[in-house]
Nanobody, 120 residues
Framework: QVQLVESGGGLVQAGGSLRLSCAAS????????MGWFRQAPGKEREFVAAINWGGGSPLYTDSVKGRFTISIDNAKNTVYLQMNSLKPEDTAVYYCALSNMIATLGSGSWGQGTQVTVSS
């Protein structure tokens, strides 16, 4: 059974930065995809960013392009989300996801979530 453990959330002022990490364990990982989703209070969970195991062609939702960077360390089975120029509207619980491909991340394995709060 896959286990995903997120870390790195916290409270930051607008314009600041945070780096989220998500470590996967529980089975042998070969070709796979990992990504980040977020859910703000009163809103549905939304896609933020995703990347394949090879690291190429990452995907981002429009609202974070140019501010967030997703990366993956295959040796550690860990995905990172570097978040710069944070805005109050980025406040949400951020969830890590893993699946065989990016298209199925929403129905794959999930982490427990980490809170990101951006103050104005």
């Amino acid at each position: 059974q896959v286990q995903l453990v997120e870390s790195g959330g916290g409270l930051v002022q607008a314009g600041g930065s945070l780096r989220l990490s998500c470590a996967a364990s529980g089975r042998t990982f070969n070709h796979y995809a990992m990504g980040w989703f977020r859910q703000a209070p009163g809103k549905e969970r939304e896609f933020v960013a995703a990347i394949n195991w090879g690291g190429g062609s990452p995907l981002y939702t429009d609202s974070v392009k140019g501010r967030f960077t997703i990366s993956i360390d295959n040796a550690k089975n860990t995905v990172y989300l570097q978040m710069n120029s944070l805005k109050p509207e980025d406040t949400a619980v951020y969830y890590c996801a893993l699946s065989n491909m990016i298209a199925t991340l929403g129905s794959g394995s999930w982490g427990q979530g980490t809170q990101v709060t951006v103050s104005s």
